[in-house]
């Protein structure tokens, strides 16, 4: 329920308690932390295709929440992170223009069934053959005036085209906003 399973094993797989742990237990854990790392390359690629599809329509965006850990360099090890989606940030005028990108590159839109009248985010876009949906942002949350897009976006660092990582502080505070206000 939480998606932590994968970074279980990254524990419990130290060599001190390696031993502590049955078996079938351990070569299941260990099962779902390759098959994630496995997942995670995968949509790490699919976020460079996205990127590549915008770049061609002029557009850029934001990395957020998980997917910003498979471009931050960071030490941790991407197969602890499990990922529902891809989630993106646009600048609030380019919404319609890269939902029209990603739709003209293959992405269904679901705005006919997922509709959330007055939400920060477009409906989910489900991919021609990817990995995971991508729900593209117009704003951070339903309070805008905590995390405005247009600071996030302009502090952001370009990754590779089309797309760009938020500085770390936009980062921790819109997980901080993400956890404890909207949800």
């Known amino acids: 329920e939480h998606f932590v399973t994968p970074a279980l094993w990254t524990t419990l797989g130290r060599p ?35 990127g590549s599809t915008l770049t061609r ?31 993106l940030l646009v600048a609030p005028d380019d919404l319609d223009a890269a939902v029209r990108a990603l739709i003209a590159a293959g992405y269904r839109d679901t705005s ?6 007055g939400h920060f985010h477009h409906a989910p876009l489900l991919p021609p053959a990817g990995e995971a949906g991508v729900e593209l942002h117009r704003d951070l949350a339903h309070r805008s005036e905590l995390l405005p897009a247009h600071e996030v976006i302009a502090s952001a660092t370009e990754v590779a085209p089309g797309l760009l990582l938020p500085a770390p502080r936009h980062r921790i505070v819109h997980n901080v906003i993400h956890a404890q206000i909207e949800n």
Not at 112 to 117: C, L, N, R, Y
């Open 16 to 50: 001190e308690l390696h031993g502590q742990i049955p078996e079938d237990v351990r070569d299941y854990l260990i099962l779902l932390h390759r098959e994630n790392a496995a997942r995670n390359a995968r949509l790490r690629q699919q976020c460079l295709e996205i």
């Open 57 to 87: 329509a002029g557009l850029r965006a934001a990395l957020l929440k998980g997917v910003a850990w498979l471009f931050d360099g960071s030490t941790a090890p991407a197969a602890d992170r499990m990922m529902r989606d891809i989630d």
């Open 112 to 117: 006919d069934t997922f509709v959330e009248p």
